[in-house]
């Protein structure tokens, strides 16, 4: 089992950043992945980005360039520094843990990322 807790959501003008961060624990030794996806109201929960273990990194096109996910294994945490928001960003954002050797996942609660003026 792995617990997830998101934070840093909130409201933030276009244009401005906000950083995601997601806190893992129990069986993290067996994390192969961190990933955070995004959901709207009346979406679908959309990929945003991924890293692995060693550190590869994966981004949604509507990521790229403006998103950095990153992670520090010391303090089992997974970051996601967001910059250059719009309101298309505006969404629930889950962190998800991907696990080794089997297609299991966990996920966080979510944490509301608001674009507006």
């Known amino acids: 089992q792995v617990q997830l807790v998101e934070s840093g959501g909130g409201l933030v003008q276009p244009g401005g950043s906000l950083r995601l961060s997601c806190v893992a624990s129990g069986s993290i030794a067996n994390i192969r992945a961190m990933a955070w996806y995004r959901q709207a109201p009346g979406t679908e929960r959309e990929f945003v980005a991924v890293i692995a273990r060693n550190g590869e990194t994966v981004y949604a096109d509507s990521a790229k360039g403006r998103f950095t996910i990153s992670s520090d294994d010391a303090k089992n945490t997974v970051t996601l520094q967001m910059n250059s928001l719009n309101s298309e960003d505006s969404a629930l954002y889950f962190c998800?843990?991907?696990?080794?050797?089997?297609?299991?996942?966990?996920w966080g609660q979510g944490t509301q990322v608001t674009v507006s003026s």
């Open positions: 998800q843990a991907r696990m080794s050797g089997s297609k299991t996942y966990y």
